[in-house]
C-alpha cells in the first residue's frame, strides 16, 4: 500500500459519488426517450439533491434517533461499498478488509436500516413498504451471494479486485456457468434497486411502492441522501457487473495517470451502455404485482445455483 | 497431584462457589434481597472466575484428575483440555451477563420461592460446568440428568399455570429420551471392554457399523437437546414458558453442552470417522436451520421467535460440524479446521446474542407484561437502555457486518466456496446446494430479526399502557452492556479469537487452520489472494465516510429540523392499529413457504358483525410424527395392561410359567 493507491482508491469512491446520479439522470432520459416522452435533464438528480439539501427537514413526532440517523448510515454504507467494488482500478487497498461476501453483508445491513427506520414511526405505508422490502431482500441477498460464488470458484478468490483482474487476464472464453450467474444478476439488479418490473421508481401510487414506501416519511436533506444512496447502489450494483461479467478496461495497479483516464473512459462507456440496456429493459417489461415478485426472485436464486451446479459439473 | 490441581482446581473450585452460593439461597428462601443483592453478583464473579480460569487452559496440556467422590470403584473423573476449556469459557462469559440480569430480574411473587429458585439455578450453572469436564460416562451422565432437572425446575417456575407445566413434561420427556441415547451410545462405545471411563472409550477399537451406530446414537441424544428438527418440539414450548434469564441459558448455554457433547463423541472419543456421517450431519443441520428460520418468521410471540431462531442457529453449527466431518474424511485438514472453528465460533457467538435478545424480552416483559408481538411496539421511546443493546443483539444474529454474527457466516460460507473436489460425488453435489441454503438461511434470518425488533421497539404503542413501561434496572443493564460488548468485540477481533479456537482444532483434528499473517487486524483464512476480512479497518472506513457526511452535509448545509404529525401521505386518520401486526409481517413468509406449515385460518364474511382474523400457524411434525407415537404408546401401553387384573393368583400364574420358561431355555 502506498500513496498511489491510496490516491486511487479515494478517486474510486469519489467517482462513484459524484457519477451515481449522472448514471441515474442518464436511464431517466433514456426512459423517457423510449417512452416518446421529452427527457428531463441529464443532470435532474443533481438538481433534486441541491434543492433538497437546502429545505428545512421536516420529522416526524415521535421519530427515535435511529430515524434520522438511518440516512446518514445508508449513504456511508453505499460510499463504503463504492470502495470494495472496483469501478475504475484494481488497486483497492481497503477492498482487501473486506471481501466480495462483506459487501452483501453491507447491502444486506443498509437495507435492514432502512427497512427499520420506515418501521419507526409506525405508519401503515411506513411498515408495508418495510415488509416489502425485507421479502425482496431474503430472495435477492442469496441469488447474488450464488452469483458472487459462481465467479469466485472460476477464479479461487472472493475478493472483487482480484476476480476483476483475473476475469480479464484469461483468455475470453464463454464460462456457461457465469452465463446463468450473468442472467441472475440482472435479475438481482433490477430487483434491488427498486426497478421495473419488481418496483417501479416513478410511482405515485402507494399500494404499488416498494422502496418509496418505506421512505414517504424523509424529507429534506435526509430525503436527499437517500436518494443519492439510492443512486450510487444502482452505480454499485452496475459496477460489480462489470467487474464480474465486463472485467475488461480497469486499470490495474500499476496503472499511471494516462491508465486511470482510459479506465475512465472505458467505464463511462459501459456506463452508458448498461443505462440504455436498463432503459430498455425496464420500458420493454411490465410492472410485476408484488405476489409474482417472488417468483421472479425465486427464478433468479434457482439459476444463480444452476451456474453454481455447472460450474462445478464441468469441473469434474 | 498439587500441578495436577492447579489448572482443574479453578474451574472445580467455581463449581463448587456456585453450589455453595445455591445452598445459601436456602437459609433465607424468601428473601428477594439476599437472593438478589448478594447470591446472584456473587454467582456473576464464578462465571468470569470461571471464564479467567479456563481460558489458560485452552492453551495449556489436558489435565485429568480423578475425585474422591462417587460410587464404589466407580470415581468420578474429570478432565480439563482445549475441548473443555473453550466451552467453560463459553459457559463463564454467558452466564456472567445473565447471573447479574438475573440480580435486577427476578422479583417478589414470580411462582418458587426466590430462595429455591437461586438453587436450581446455580445448581443448573454447576452441572453444565461438570458436563463439560466429565471423563467418564458415570459423571458425564450424572451432570448431565442433573443439569436436565435443574433446568426442568427452572423452566416450571411458575408452575400453577397448566400450559407452564406440560411445557416443563415435553421438555423433560424429551430430554430422557436423549439421555436415553446418549447412554446406549457410551454402551456401545466402551467396545466390550466394560470400562465407562473416556480414557477406556478412547482405546477402544470399533468396527465401522459399531461406530456408525455410536455416533448416530450419540447425534440423536445431543441433537434433542440441542434441537435438531425433529426433535426441536420442546424449544418452543419451554422458552416462552421458562422465566427471561432461564431462556437465556437454556438456549445460549446449555445447547452448547449438546454441542460439545458430539464434538466430544465424534471427534474425541471415537478414533475414526465415516464421511457419510458428515453429509448426514450436514443435511439436517441444513435442513434444521432453514426449518427454524422459517417458523421464526410466522411468529408472533416474541419469545417462540427467539426459540425458532436458536433451532435455526443450531442447524447452522450442526451443518459446519457436518462439513468438518466431509473434509475430515476426505483428507483435507485446513479446510475440516475451517468448519470447526465456523462451527465454534457460531456456537460462542449464539452464546451471546441469544442471551441477550432473551434478556431484552425479559426486561420488555417485565415491564410489559405482554409477550405477544401484536400487543408491543414503540419501547425504544420507552425503554432505550433495551432497546439499543437489543438492536445490536438484532444486527449480530441477523448476520451483519461488522458484528460478530457474520464472521462466523462468513467463515462457514468460506469453508463451503473453498471445497476442492470431494472424492464423493454425491457430497460434491450438496456442497453448493448446502451454500445456497445457507445464505438463504441467512437472509431469512435478516427478516426475522427485522419483524422481532421492528414490531417490538419501534413504530407507535399498540396498546395504550404500552406509554407507561419503564426502562430496566441498573444491573440489569449491566448485564445487556455486558452481552453487547461482547458480540461487538468478538465481531472486531476474529483474527485473535480464532487463534485461540485453532487449539481446539488441533486437539480434535490434529492439526489446525491455516492463519495467514498471524495479525489480529486481518482474518486470512488460507491466503490473502483468495480472501481477507478485516473488520476494524472496515468498521473504522464506515465510521469515517459517515461522519465525513454527516460534518458535509450539516455544515456545508444547515442542521435545521421541524417537528410535525407523520406525514402517512395525508392520510388523516392514524391509529397505532394500522401498522402491520407480526401476523402481517410474517405473511409473505407464509405465502412463499407455504408446504412447511399446517394452517388454521379463520376468516370474517362480508356479514360478520365482529369480525373476526385469526391464523394459527402448526409444526407439521406435531401432527405427523408426534402424535402417532403418543397413540402407539398408549396402545402398547392399553396392551400391557391386560396382564393386569389385580388379582393374586394370576400374578403367581405369571411367575410360575415366567419360571417353567426359564428352566426350559436353560436346561
Same mark, same amino acid.
Do not use: C, N, P
Given at each position: 500500500m502506498n500513496a498511489i493507491t491510496v490516491l486511487t482508491q479515494l478517486l474510486s469512491v469519489l467517482i462513484g459519488v459524484a457519477l451515481a446520479p449522472l448514471f441515474l439522470g442518464w436511464v431517466n432520459q433514456c426512459r423517457a426517450w423510449l417512452s416518446n416522452r421529452t427527457a428531463p435533464s441529464l443532470l435532474q438528480p443533481y438538481r433534486t439533491i441541491r434543492k433538497l439539501l437546502h429545505k428545512d427537514a421536516v420529522i416526524a413526532e415521535g421519530a427515535s434517533p435511529l430515524f434520522r440517523a438511518v440516512p446518514y448510515l445508508l449513504f456511508g454504507a453505499m460510499a463504503t461499498a463504492a470502495a470494495i467494488v472496483p469501478s475504475l482500478s484494481t488497486a483497492l487497498p481497503f477492498g482487501k478488509s473486506a471481501d466480495a461476501i462483506a459487501l452483501v453483508g453491507l447491502f444486506a445491513t443498509a437495507r435492514v436500516f432502512i427497512a427499520l427506520a420506515a418501521m419507526d414511526i409506525g405508519t401503515a405505508f411506513g411498515t408495508l413498504g418495510a415488509r416489502r422490502e425485507m421479502m425482496i431482500g431474503f430472495l435477492a441477498e442469496p441469488a447474488l451471494l450464488m452469483v458472487v460464488f459462481t465467479a469466485s470458484l472460476i477464479v479461487g478468490s472472493t475478493e472483487l479486485p482480484v476476480m476483476a483482474e483475473t476475469l480479464a487476464g484469461r483468455a475470453v472464453a464463454i464460462y456457461p456457468s457465469l452465463a446463468f450467474a450473468a442472467v441472475a444478476f440482472v435479475m438481482v439488479l433490477l430487483a434491488e434497486n427498486a426497478r421495473i418490473p419488481i418496483d417501479n421508481p416513478t410511482t405515485h401510487l402507494e399500494l404499488t411502492m416498494i422502496h418509496e414506501a418505506m421512505v414517504l416519511e424523509y424529507s429534506a436533506r435526509h430525503l436527499a441522501l437517500i436518494e443519492w444512496a439510492s443512486a450510487l447502489k444502482l452505480f454499485n450494483y452496475a459496477c460489480i457487473g462489470f467487474a464480474l461479467f465486463l472485467p475488461w478496461g480497469l486499470a490495474p495497479a500499476s496503472a499511471g495517470a494516462e491508465g486511470l483516464l482510459l479506465a475512465f473512459g472505458l467505464l463511462l462507456l459501459k456506463l452508458v451502455v448498461a443505462g440504455a440496456g436498463l432503459a430498455l429493459m425496464e420500458t420493454l417489461s411490465a410492472k410485476l404485482r408484488i405476489f409474482r415478485a417472488p417468483e421472479f426472485l425465486a427464478m433468479a436464486f434457482l439459476l444463480a445455483v444452476l451456474g453454481l451446479l455447472v460450474r462445478l459439473l464441468l469441473r469434474s | 497431584m498439587t500441578a495436577l490441581m492447579a489448572g482443574i482446581g479453578g474451574p472445580l473450585a467455581v463449581v463448587v462457589a456456585w453450589l455453595l452460593i445455591g445452598l445459601a439461597g436456602l437459609l433465607r428462601p424468601q428473601s428477594t434481597r439476599i437472593v438478589a443483592r448478594v447470591l446472584f453478583p456473587l454467582g456473576a464473579a464464578g462465571g468470569v472466575a470461571l471464564m479467567a480460569c479456563a481460558f489458560p487452559a485452552l492453551s495449556a496440556d489436558p489435565i485429568s484428575v480423578t475425585l474422591p467422590l462417587g460410587l464404589p470403584d466407580l470415581p468420578f473423573h474429570l478432565r480439563l483440555d482445549a475441548l473443555s476449556a473453550f466451552f467453560l469459557v463459553l459457559l463463564g462469559v454467558a452466564s456472567a451477563g445473565i447471573s447479574i440480569f438475573s440480580a435486577g430480574y427476578f422479583r417478589d411473587g414470580e411462582g418458587t420461592a426466590p430462595g429455591l429458585l437461586c438453587l436450581q439455578y446455580h445448581v443448573f450453572l454447576a452441572s453444565m460446568a461438570l458436563v463439560l469436564m466429565a471423563n467418564d460416562a458415570y459423571g458425564f451422565m450424572v451432570a448431565w440428568e442433573t443439569m436436565a432437572l435443574s433446568s426442568y425446575f427452572l423452566v416450571t417456575t411458575q408452575h400453577r399455570i397448566a400450559e407452564i407445566r406440560s411445557a416443563g413434561f415435553l421438555y423433560l420427556l424429551l430430554a430422557h429420551v436423549g439421555a436415553i441415547s446418549i447412554l446406549l451410545s457410551f454402551g456401545v462405545l466402551q $467396545? $466390550? #471392554?466394560? #470400562?465407562?471411563?473416556f480414557d477406556a472409550m478412547r482405546q477402544a477399537q470399533l468396527s465401522p457399523t459399531w461406530a456408525s451406530a455410536a455416533f448416530f446414537l450419540a447425534l440423536f441424544g445431543f441433537g434433542a437437546k440441542a434441537g435438531l428438527v425433529p426433535l426441536h418440539v420442546w424449544l418452543p414450548e419451554a422458552h416462552p414458558a421458562a422465566p427471561s434469564p432461564v431462556s437465556a441459558l437454556m438456549s445460549g448455554v446449555m445447547l452448547k453442552t449438546a454441542l460439545y457433547g458430539v464434538l466430544r463423541v465424534s471427534f474425541d472419543l471415537l478414533h475414526a470417522q465415516l464421511w457419510w456421517w458428515g453429509a448426514v450431519a450436514l443435511a439436517a443441520g441444513l435442513f434444521t436451520a432453514l426449518f427454524g428460520v422459517v417458523f421464526a418468521a410466522v411468529q408472533t410471540d416474541m419469545k417462540r421467535l427467539l426459540a425458532y431462531s436458536s433451532i435455526e442457529n443450531i442447524g447452522i453449527a450442526f451443518a459446519a460440524f457436518g462439513l468438518a466431518i466431509l473434509f475430515h474424511c476426505s483428507g483435507m485438514p485446513a479446510l475440516a479446521a475451517l468448519a470447526l472453528a465456523a462451527m465454534l465460533y457460531h456456537s460462542l457467538n449464539h452464546a451471546l446474542f441469544k442471551s441477550l435478545l432473551f434478556l431484552a424480552t425479559g426486561s420488555v416483559l417485565h415491564a410489559t407484561h405482554e409477550r405477544s408481538l401484536g400487543k408491543l411496539g414503540g419501547l425504544i421511546r420507552r425503554m432505550p437502555w433495551v432497546a439499543w443493546t437489543a438492536l445490536i443483539g438484532t444486527f449480530a444474529i441477523a448476520g451483519l457486518p461488522p458484528l460478530n454474527g457474520f464472521v462466523s457466516e462468513w467463515l462457514l460460507l468460506q469453508s463451503f466456496l473453498f471445497t476442492p473436489q470431494l472424492p464423493q460425488p454425491f457430497a460434491n453435489m450438496m456442497i453448493p446446494l448446502g451454500a445456497a441454503a445457507l445464505a438463504l438461511t441467512a437472509a431469512l434470518a435478516a427478516y426475522v430479526m427485522v419483524k422481532f425488533y421492528g414490531v417490538v421497539f419501534l413504530g407507535q404503542h399498540r396498546e395504550p399502557q404500552l406509554a407507561e413501561a419503564r426502562d430496566c434496572s441498573v444491573l440489569e443493564r449491566v448485564g445487556l452492556v455486558w452481552l453487547s460488548v461482547g458480540c461487538v468485540l468478538l465481531g472486531l477481533v476474529p483474527a485473535w479469537v480464532l487463534l485461540q479456537i485453532d487449539r481446539v482444532n488441533v486437539l480434535l483434528l490434529g492439526s489446525g487452520l491455516e492463519l495467514q499473517g498471524r495479525s489480529v487486524w486481518a482474518l486470512v483464512p488460507m491466503s490473502s489472494e483468495r480472501a481477507a476480512y478485516s473488520p476494524i479497518v472496515f468498521l473504522l472506513g464506515a465510521v469515517l465516510v459517515v461522519g465525513l457526511t454527516v460534518f458535509g452535509v450539516r455544515r456545508l448545509y444547515h442542521g435545521r429540523v421541524r417537528r410535525a404529525p407523520a406525514w402517512d401521505c395525508g392520510y388523516p386518520l392514524q391509529t397505532s392499529r394500522m401498522q402491520d401486526t407480526a401476523e402481517g409481517f410474517g405473511q409473505p413468509i407464509r405465502h412463499i413457504f407455504e408446504p412447511f406449515f399446517s394452517m388454521r385460518r379463520e376468516l370474517p364474511t362480508p356479514f360478520d358483525k365482529a369480525p373476526r382474523y385469526r391464523v394459527e400457524v402448526l409444526d407439521r411434525f406435531w401432527a405427523a410424527l408426534y402424535l402417532p407415537i403418543a397413540r402407539a404408546v398408549l396402545r402398547v401401553a392399553a396392551l400391557v395392561g /391386560?396382564? #393386569?387384573?389385580? /388379582?393374586i393368583g394370576i400374578y403367581l400364574l405369571y411367575s410360575f410359567v415366567t419360571l417353567i420358561a426359564l428352566l426350559v431355555i436353560v436346561l
Open positions: - | $467396545g $466390550g #471392554q466394560w #470400562q465407562f471411563a /391386560r396382564l #393386569q387384573h389385580g /388379582r
